[in-house]
């Protein structure tokens, strides 16, 4: 299968090319293919001629979403209508990817892939809208990813380091840290999503719609945090604290574990974040100076 891959850079975009090995991958660097000139899109795809393209690349930074918000529109909405209609034109599957953010997290257990959309602020308004828009345009040739809670191995350039960098940068520089108690996620190590992703294209059983793909449990960013240090045998007075899903005056779903009911009944099953968050930190962090 021929792929275009937007967002080799990132952390999941990286994770994919890493461990591809039936497919040839065409990789645009972003003067070649911009989300933010998605006038270009048909005439890429046209000249490419993918089977597929996976698009990776998004506006995710979810406190700068409010302030830059017609940026991250025009990125996780705009941009992903017109590539899907690209992808229709040109004869081309799209698969893009989303967020639990979609969700406000009053359900008080993990959504499935069936929950209705109900976003708290705009970092979850433009990716619902996204999906509205791919959906409403190509019905039959995009596949959307939602995942929560992204770390790899590559980083994450647009937020300064994933979840896992910037706890163990903090445990360097404090000695007591205070992190939310009340926020239940499921965190997805990159590695493992792209192989689940990578699983999905394979699968004769793929049909366009939404998917969930996560690594399986859920835990707050607390016991997360926990975890981190515990791995690492880091010596930190980590305290919890409910912020009732406030953060620096926006809200943040409460309960935003998803469930990967569709992936499973195709036997794609992820391994728990327990076991991913201990081969991450033994990739990435087995030589730290204590």
């Known amino acids: 299968m021929k792929i275009l891959l937007i967002g080799k850079t990132g952390q999941l975009g990286c994770d994919i ?7 040839e991958i065409f990789t645009p660097n972003r003067d070649e293919l911009d989300l933010g000139r998605s006038g270009e899109f048909i005439d890429i795809l046209s000249k490419a001629k993918p089977d597929l393209v996976i698009n990776t690349a998004a506006f995710h930074n979810v ?34 990817f989303s967020s639990d953010y979609v969700f406000d997290g009053k359900k008080g257990c993990a959504y499935t892939e069936e929950d209705r959309p109900s976003p708290l602020q705009a970092y979850g308004i433009t990716r619902a809208a996204g999906e509205f828009a791919a959906m409403l345009s190509a019905l039959e040739n995009v596949v959307i990813v939602r995942t929560c809670g992204l770390y790899g191995v590559s980083g994450s350039r647009s937020k300064g ?20 108690s009340e926020q239940i996620v499921s965190p997805t190590y990159t590695h493992d999503l792209s192989l689940a992703v ?20 859920a835990c707050s960013w607390y016991n997360f945090t926990k975890a981190i240090f515990e791995l690492l045998d880091l010596k930190v007075d980590l305290k919890p604290v409910n912020r009732n899903g ?45």
């Open 17 to 23: 090319i890493r461990n591809n090995k039936n497919h």
């Open 63 to 96: 406190i700068m979403c409010e302030v830059k918000y017609d940026q991250a529109f025009r990125l996780n909405c705009v941009a992903v209508r017109d590539l899907s209609v690209a992808c229709k034109e040109t004869g081309s599957m799209l698969v893009t």
């Open 161 to 180: 380091g994933n979840f896992v960098d910037k706890r163990i940068r903090d445990a360097k520089m404090n000695n007591r840290l205070e992190i939310s």
């Open 198 to 217: 990578l699983g999905l294209i394979e699968s004769h059983d793929l049909k366009s719609g939404i998917y969930h793909l996560v690594n399986e449990g």
């Open 246 to 290: 406030i953060d620096n005056g926006m809200r943040r779903p409460i309960y935003s574990a998803l469930e990967n009911k569709k992936a499973k009944n195709m036997g794609i099953i992820l391994p728990h974040w327990k076991d991913a968050l201990k081969r991450y930190i033994e990739q990435k962090y087995k030589n730290i100076e204590r």
